[in-house]
């Protein structure tokens, strides 16, 4: 018994070892497809990005750092992956303020609503469909926050792919030209369904916030164009849930006409994601909202962020290609 507790904690230490020495940081950009863009963050000086946007692929879909910049002088960063949750997000977000000091944080709301898609009855079981009465969500969120080598372990041989990876132009944004024209539909169209948040899921928007605002950051909620997938019943619901604890709410599904988003040039997909003409015209958008805070400084004009000048003029030129 002793020697299987030994052997036990023994394991546990080597985990974190390499969890804080190899699969930190730059390594995880580098090492993990799924995470690398929402880790962009790791290869900024310290203390030199302004605003930070968390959420899943909505927000990475939707929100250009580059676009910002050129337009307002803000440096920001998209801290988002696919499928990524509320308990992921703090996780980022510890990281994130180990070397900076964000201002402003966006939080897209789509998140709240579930991470991984649900399995159908046909699919496959996995080891983690059995953990569902120990709050999975929870327990694996929780693990990879702890011990990152469960999120790297199989990217070893991925070493030398990530090179050139989008993180390195972008800040966090997953560019796409892609148009999909898709039919005009009145989703947001009012009723009196509400789709209210799970009570796990309000625990973790709440330590999400206390976290952000007790290091000294505004936290605004936003929910980017989702023509498939968001309602009038969640928006409801979010509304409420700032109201309640007085955080302001930006839906932009809500605004389609003052952004000037067209369902048929400004999504990649079915209606989920915004395409890099629509992601423009949101963050320009957001851009005028976030100038009016007055509490931001335009950085443009200071030579020590004259990298980001340089790095724009690179991504836009990629984007044209």
């Known amino acids: ?42 290869d900024e000086p310290d203390n030199t990005i302004q605003i930070a946007c968390i959420g899943n692929s909505n ?40 070397t900076q000091s964000p201002k402003l944080v966006l939080v897209e709301t789509d998140m709240f609503y579930g991470s991984y898609p649900k399995k159908n009855s046909s699919s496959k079981h996995t080891i983690s469909d059995y953990f ?33 990876s ?22 947001m169209a009012p009723d009196n369904d509400i789709e209210k948040i799970k009570p796990k899921d309000i625990e973790c928007i709440n330590r999400l916030v206390n976290y952000c605002q007790s290091k000294g950051s505004k936290v605004v909620f936003v929910t980017m164009p989702c023509a498939n997938g968001w309602s009038s019943g969640r928006h409801t619901a979010v509304e409420n849930y700032c109201k309640e604890n007085n955080i302001e709410y930006i839906d932009l599904n809500n605004a389609y006409d003052s952004i000037g988003i067209d369902m048929q040039t400004c999504y990649r997909d079915e ?43 690179k991504f836009y030129a990629y984007t044209k290609k």
């Open 1 to 42: 018994c002793v020697k299987i507790i030994a052997f036990v904690l023994s394991f546990f230490l080597v985990l974190e070892g390499l969890s804080l020495s190899v699969f930190s940081g730059r390594s995880a950009a580098k090492f993990s497809a799924r995470l690398r863009d929402a880790y962009s963050f790791v």
């Open 59 to 98: 927000m990475y879909s939707g929100f250009v750092p580059f676009q910002l910049w050129n337009d307002y002088g803000y440096t920001s960063t998209v801290c988002a992956s696919p499928f990524q949750s509320v308990e992921e997000s703090i996780g980022l977000m510890e990281k994130m303020y180990k």
């Open 132 to 164: 569902g009465f120990v709050k999975p969500d929870y327990f694996e969120d929780g693990v990879r926050n702890v011990f990152s080598t469960f999120v790297f372990h199989n990217r070893w041989k991925l070493a030398h792919s990530y090179k050139n």
């Open 166 to 187: 989008s993180f390195v132009k972008t800040h966090g944004y997953r560019f796409s030209n892609k148009k999909t024209n898709i039919p005009k539909k009145d989703y």
């Open 271 to 313: 209606g989920t994601h915004l395409n890099f003409e629509g992601a423009k015209k949101t963050t320009d958008y957001l851009g005028t909202i976030i100038k009016n805070y007055g509490t931001l400084d335009s950085k443009s004009n200071d030579a020590k962020y004259s990298y980001w000048t340089e790095a724009s003029e």
